[in-house]
């Protein structure tokens, strides 16, 4: 009697442990899709002139950018100019289209940090601005969430510190990660924009994206 | 029904309660935040549109040397006033656009008596100094008058609202904001948690005090699962880690921030006290049966 009223007692106490742990653990996986669109709606909304770097040059939890890029319609351009090079890490760019609801900041270079803050281009690949394939990735659960929702003939501008250039899409991709049949320099102007390819059980060795042609290269002549 | 049965019974139905708990406190927040006047009360407690007429202040000096033009041409035509009530509107434009008050996001401020105060100054300048008043010279006082509208805009929009909309974020967000704020969504978590603990309580009927354990149980592991991400938010300051140059934006950003931590701290403090006052019930009444 004694040890079934004891035995009861554990049951009720570890009872509520046992809630918790379930309830807790479920939470934590609903809420990593929430916080990561939290956090690259954050770092989008403060790619601005506003800001500055914490002393240490990294800050907890919310990552800061300086940069310099112009977005103004109304400056007056040219179809040459001079490219300005950024630096490794470097939010250098601002990609914008209709088909995808958010801007998203570009930086030159690529690691797994830098991922973290935005859309990546490789540093080997060409620049905006000059000729040839400028190549950039990002996650396929944050900044490129949206990418599959472009289409054949959709517009996308990338705009620097130096001018805008403006590209329409010409084909859809799908290659496997060890292919690097897109990623190579090309003689033609172009825009190839890339992210894991996803299934149910996670990101895949499969890679989707677009691959576009130039419409348009406006450098900032003030 | 048998004793073990009943209770596993009850036990998964206290999980799927704890989200219900914690489903209805993260709906009433977002209507409540949803609403301007939560921020207003931040903006005006904080002193935000003084703070915002000083840093501009601040800035139109400091840029004096390289521009010549004195700070006095902005800030004569920037009263109290005007700069209140350009703060708020940029706040009540942002937040009734993204709560679905308003279908469209505009909010343009009068600068009419700016523009004129700069048009003026270069024109009594430019007589003074003999200089022509000629194409370049009309120029010159657009791009002052547009980079002065441009720095006063977003010295005043504390809360970034007009970045979160041309970035894309504010009409995303409002998909999910317009949602919620849906009458049927609390009307249907609330009748969901009423039909669960109305089951809870009738699986334990014949036990009394075994509602009472399930109902504390409930309200505990919510509070507990509450607290610990808003207790961790505040004691490691989280959010004053985020640096920004203007001070006014910074202000506003991290009491915002706080103010919804400290809100659902609140909310999961008030649960665990009542989680325990029911456990305390189920003992007393269990002592009260064992004698």
Redesign the interface.
């Known amino acids: 009697m004694a040890s079934s009223k004891k035995t009861s007692i554990i049951i009720k106490i570890i009872t509520p442990i046992f809630i918790f742990a379930i309830c807790a653990v479920i939470v934590a996986i609903l809420a990593i899709k929430p916080y990561n669109k939290a956090s690259m709606y954050l770092d989008i909304a403060f790619m601005d002139t506003l800001k500055t770097q914490a002393n240490d040059g990294s800050v907890a939890g919310l990552t800061i950018k300086e940069n310099e890029i112009i977005e103004d319609d109304s400056l007056s351009t040219s179809d040459t100019g001079e490219v300005i090079w950024p630096a490794f890490a470097e939010q250098y760019a601002v990609l914008k289209s209709d088909a995808l609801e958010l801007s998203i900041p570009v930086y030159w270079g690529i690691s797994s940090e830098i991922l973290e803050k935005g859309a990546c281009q490789q540093s080997d690949s060409t620049i905006l601005g000059n000729n040839g394939n400028t190549v950039i990735s990002a996650h396929v659960n944050t900044f490129f969430s949206d990418l599959g929702k472009l289409k054949v003939g959709d517009k996308i501008t990338l705009t620097t510190k130096y001018g805008y250039f403006t590209y329409e899409v010409t084909e859809l991709i799908e290659f496997n990660k060890k292919d690097k049949k897109y990623l190579i320099p090309t003689t033609d102007s172009r825009l190839t924009l890339y992210t894991c390819k996803n299934d149910i059980l996670g990101a895949t060795e499969m890679r989707t994206g677009v691959v576009c042609k130039q419409i348009e290269k406006k450098f900032y002549t003030q | 029904m048998r004793k073990s049965v009943s209770?596993i019974i009850s036990?998964i139905i206290?999980?799927l309660l704890?989200?219900l708990v914690?489903g209805e406190t993260a709906v009433r927040c977002a209507v409540s935040f949803s609403d301007e006047k939560w921020i207003i009360e931040i903006i005006d407690e904080k002193e935000i549109s003084t703070k915002v007429k000083k840093s501009l202040e601040k800035n139109f000096n400091d840029k004096y040397n390289s521009t010549g033009i004195p700070a006095d041409v902005y800030m004569n035509s920037l009263s109290d006033e005007w700069v209140s009530n350009t703060v708020h509107g940029y706040i009540s434009n942002g937040m009734n656009y993204l709560s679905g008050k308003n279908d469209v996001y505009k909010f343009g401020p009068d600068f009419t008596s700016l523009n004129k105060n700069i048009e003026k100054f270069f024109i009594e300048y430019a007589e003074a100094n003999n200089f022509e008043k000629d194409s370049v010279f009309e120029k010159k006082v657009a791009s002052t008058q547009k980079n002065a509208v441009s720095t006063i805009k977003?010295y005043c929009d504390v809360a970034?609202m007009d970045?979160?909309y041309?970035?894309?974020?504010l009409?995303?967000?409002r998909k999910y904001v317009i949602f919620v704020n849906k009458p049927i969504i609390e009307i249907s978590v609330i009748a969901l948690l009423i039909i669960f603990i109305a089951i809870l309580i009738i699986l334990n009927r014949k036990n009394i005090e075994l509602i009472f354990?399930w109902a504390g149980?409930?309200l505990?592991?919510s509070s507990?699962?509450l607290l610990?991400p808003t207790i961790y938010l505040k004691a490691?300051r989280?959010?004053d880690?985020?640096?920004?140059?203007?001070e006014q934006?910074y202000i506003t950003f991290t009491s915002l921030m706080y103010k919804a931590v400290d809100t659902v701290f609140t909310a999961a403090v008030v649960y665990g006290i009542a989680g325990i006052v029911f456990i305390a019930v189920n003992g007393i009444i269990s002592l009260k049966k064992n004698k």
Not at chain 2, 166 to 169: A, D, F, K, L, R
Not at chain 2, 241 to 246: D, G, L, R, S, T
């Open positions: 209770f036990a206290s999980i704890v989200f914690i977003n970034k970045k979160l041309s970035e894309g974020i009409p995303q967000a354990y149980s409930i505990i592991v507990a699962i610990i490691t989280y959010f880690a985020f640096v920004i140059k203007q934006i």
